[in-house]
Structure formats: C-alpha cells, structure tokens
C-alpha cells in the first residue's frame, strides 16, 4: 500500500475516529469519515494487547496486505482500522473474508 494512501497524523486518527461513524466484527473495527483528498486513505492501529512489537508489526504487515487486495482507494471515505484481541484466534482467510464483508457494509 502506498504511503499517499495510510493516514498517519494522530490528529487525522482522532478525527476520524471522533466522527463516530464505525462498523464492527469480532477482529476488527472500522471507523470512517468521508474523505477529503481525491482518494481514499486508510490507517491501521494495533493495540498492545495484542502482542510485542513484533508480533504487533506483523499483524500491520497482514492487514495492509489485505487492504491492498479488497480497496481500489476510490471509495468515498477514508478509514481507520482497528485490530481486535479476537484476529489471533481465526486464520488470515477468515480474517480477509471478514474485513472484505465490513467493507461492504461500509459501501452499502
């Protein structure tokens, strides 16, 4: 994913997230704000409940790889991704399909 496309800012996080419009699965929780640049921005935060930092930068790695495979970045939002305790207990397929079926409901 390219780096024109992350939201990186903790202010852009927090306004994203204080517009308090999110979507929810057991592994992750969407928050999304309608965009403001030409193209649709993602940011991914994992907490560190979730592990150490290495474990915390692979579960990043899986997630923006997964971002890559189900956005064009034509959507009409931008969104932050927050990972939940529960991503360790399914397998990166699952985790795919279920963050593919938050995105629609997003788009609906």
Known sequence: MKK???VKDTREF????????????PS???????RKEDHARVGISVGKKMGKAVIRNKIKRQVRSM????????????TIILVRVK???????NNKKLLERLIKKVKI
């Open 14 to 25: 927090a306004e994203i997230m204080n517009y308090k419009k999110f979507y929810t699965c």
């Open 87 to 93: 991503y360790h207990e399914e397998n990166y397929i």
């Open 28 to 34: 992750f929780v969407i928050y999304v704000k309608p």
């Open 67 to 78: 971002v890559q495979d189900i956005y064009t970045f034509d959507e009409n939002f931008d």
């Open 4 to 6: 024109e496309f992350r």
